[in-house]
Structure formats: C-alpha cells, structure tokens
C-alpha cells in the first residue's frame, strides 16, 4: 500500500516532537517553526491538552452534538473567555476549510445572494467552496467550474472596494494572507472594507484559521478596530487537535434552520477537551501577551537581514512573519532545516515562519542564523 501524498516530501522523518522543537530518528533536535503548518501553536504536545484529552478518552470519545456532555458544556464556558466580540455563537468542524464552506453557505443563506467577492493571493482552503475564493489558479483551475459567480480583488485597495454592491452575499477576507505571502492588511483597507460591506447589506467573513491566537491579539481584526459578521478559526484553538470554528452573532443564528449543515465528527468529545484545555491555556500561561513581546523580538532580530540585497521586505505580526526575498525561497529553506530549522515557503517568494508562542530569545538567535545562511546559500546558486 503507498499513501498518497499531495505535498512535497521534506526528506525529515520525525520520531518526537514537544514544546517548540521536533527531534529525528538520530535525535538530531530541529527549532520547529513550521508547526504543522501552524497547528501547534501552543507547543507540541503541551501536557494540558494531552492530560485534557487522555481524561476524555476514558470517558467518551465519538458522540454526535445531538447528545449533550459535560466537556461540551466546559468548552463553551472556556470559549466564553475568548469568542470574537458579540459573536454568542460557535459550531465545531474539523479543518478550516469545512469552516470556510460552512460561512459561505451561512452567507448564501442569510442574504438571499450568491456573488461572493475575495482577494488576490487569498487562500482559503481546497474542498469545492473554499477553493472558489482561493486565489490562485493552479489550486482551482482542474476542478472548474466551482462555486460562482466570485469576483477576486486586489489586496489592500480601497479603490477596488466599489466593486462590493448590493448583489454581494460576502466578502470574505484573510486579515493576514498567509498562503499568499505573509501580506497583512492595512487598516485604511479592513475599515472601508468593514464600512462597504455595512452598507450594502453584505456578510463579511474574517477567515483567521491561520491568523488566530498568533498575532499580539486573540483575533488579528482587533488590530483593525473592526468587528466582522462570521469569524473562521482553526489550527492554534485545538492545540494540536484537529478542530475547526465558526462563530456567529444572535442575528445570523436566528436565521439558520435545522438541517442547513452538519458534521459527523465536528464537536467530538476529544475535540471540546482539547478546545477547552487550550483556551485555559491561552488564558493561564498570558500566550497574547508572550506572543506579542516575543514577535517583536523576532522582528527586531530579523531586522538586519534587510541589509541584504536579496531581502526585499520582513512583515508580519505576532509570531507570524515572512522574509521576503528576489529569489526561490526553496533552496534556502531546505539549507535552514540542514541547519536545524524548520520554516516553510508562502507565495512564490517568502519564507514564512510560524512560531510557537513558547519560543524564546536563544530559538530567536537560532531561527536568524540559519534564515542567514539559508539566503546567503541561496543568493551564491543563483548568482550569475
């Protein structure tokens, strides 16, 4: 039997992983900055959420949300702590893109509309509606036609927001594009966006699956001063567990019937434990504000990298940051993970890094020294 692979082997086989580091079979220990593709926030294998969920195990592990349970209702109180302002409520799926599909669908359904408009260098995910408003063609193009009509705009262009009317169901928005190359939004642009779709009765949908937990601020709109209608989250709430969200105000609740979606393994009782362990986490160990002093140590470290001629720009937020180069950010990330870093690529030119909160200034030291070496190794292959 062969396991069929859609990415790119990393030629790195991991035998342990806990807090920011993995180790391979020859205990060789890598500064994991990857983190399952942002996952593992809080850390690998933080023991709250492992304890969370070996109780819940020997508890009930499968139950449909049709029964009620008391870590279900622990969750909740927990979420209570952390939901996105005015939104009362949440629905649990499994991976950000059923999140994504289920926010489109609730759009749809609300507004009685079907245009959806999103934005260049968007990426929201790879099942048939989250890939409609995913930006770029190579995902999309061998499986159209998809969800239409979408209209894609460029990022962070306040012209460009016109094209939003009252035929829009939603607008929906990485406040940080991740995939598309570490390019947050501005705040001109998140506040017209906010003001455009208010005015024509359009949705607006934060996609913060990546973004969420990891930016200085619980939610990255915060930065913004603006509040959406949906929020999407995913990847750092579950705390290595996989569990999606998407939470709604009373307004939009009201509007949806029995029936209008479901999930088989959405809100699982393992999941609820490693939600609810997670926010007690967030909450207990100050991970914003770690996340925010420890971000901008990274940014001022990384800062002498501009000196380079091959760096174009280093932007982010939080512990989520991309080096922006001239080149194939390829070989440079495989030189960094030979020099015991593991980072990965977003757009066609960035390296990307997406740091566990627990990193601290020693991983910071290591994470720029192999970044260095990395693009110096690659400035020499592809110089003429």
């Known amino acids: 039997m062969k396991l069929l692979s859609f990415y790119q082997d990393r030629s790195l086989r991991v035998a342990k992983a806990q807090g920011q580091y993995v180790w391979d079979e020859n205990g060789r220990r890598y500064l994991d900055l990857h983190i399952g593709n942002g996952v593992a926030f809080l850390g690998h294998r933080h023991p709250k959420v492992v304890e969370a969920l070996k109780e819940q195990m020997n508890q ?31 629905f649990l799926l499994n991976s950000g893109a059923e999140a994504v599909e289920l926010g489109l669908k609730i759009a749809r359904k609300v507004t009685g509309r079907r245009k959806f408009i999103a934005f260049r260098n968007s990426f929201h995910g790879r099942t048939a509606g989250s890939l409609s408003v995913t930006w770029n063609r190579k ?11 979408v209209e894609f705009l460029p990022f962070n262009d306040v012209e460009a927001l016109k094209a939003v009317d009252q035929t829009t169901a939603a607008v929906v928005v990485e406040p940080i594009q991740g995939e598309g190359g570490v390019i947050p939004a501005t705040h001109d642009f ?48 579950g705390g290595g567990f ?45 991970v914003v504000e770690r996340t925010e002093s420890m971000g901008a140590e990274f940014m001022r470290s990384l800062a002498k990298l501009k000196e380079r001629k091959s760096v174009r720009e280093i932007r982010g937020m939080g512990l989520m940051i991309g080096i922006d180069i001239r080149l194939n950010p390829g070989p440079a990330i495989k030189q960094m993970q030979d020099e015991g870093v593991i980072a990965l690529k977003a757009g066609s030119t960035v390296i990307r890094f997406l ?22 190794f690659t400035e020499a292959k592809f110089s003429p």
């Not at 949908?205 to 913004?224: M, N, P, S």
């Open 355 to 376: 740091a566990p909160y627990l990193i601290d200034k020693d991983d910071i030291n290591v994470a720029v020294a192999a970044a260095e070496k990395g693009i110096s």
């Open 139 to 149: 995902y999309r193009e061998p499986f159209e036609p998809l969800l239409e009509p």
């Open 242 to 286: 996989p569990v999606s969200a998407v939470f709604l105000p009373d307004w939009i609740r009201e509007k949806l019937d029995e029936g209008d979606h479901g999930t088989t393994y959405g809100g699982n009782p393992l999941a609820a434990a490693a939600v609810a362990a997670s926010c007690r986490v967030l909450r207990e160990e100050n």
């Open 60 to 90: 009930v592990m499968t139950l449909s949300t049709a029964f009620q349970t008391q870590i279900r209702e622990s969750m909740l109180r927990e979420l209570d702590n952390v939901k996105p302002e005015g939104m009362d409520n949440v």
């Open 190 to 237: 998140m506040r017209a966006l906010r003001e455009v779709t208010e005015k024509n009765g359009t949705l607006l949908i934060l996609d913060e699956v990546q973004t969420g937990w990891r930016t200085g601020k619980v939610w990255a709109y915060q930065h913004f001063g603006i509040v959406p209608d949906v929020l999407t989250a995913g990847k750092a709430i």
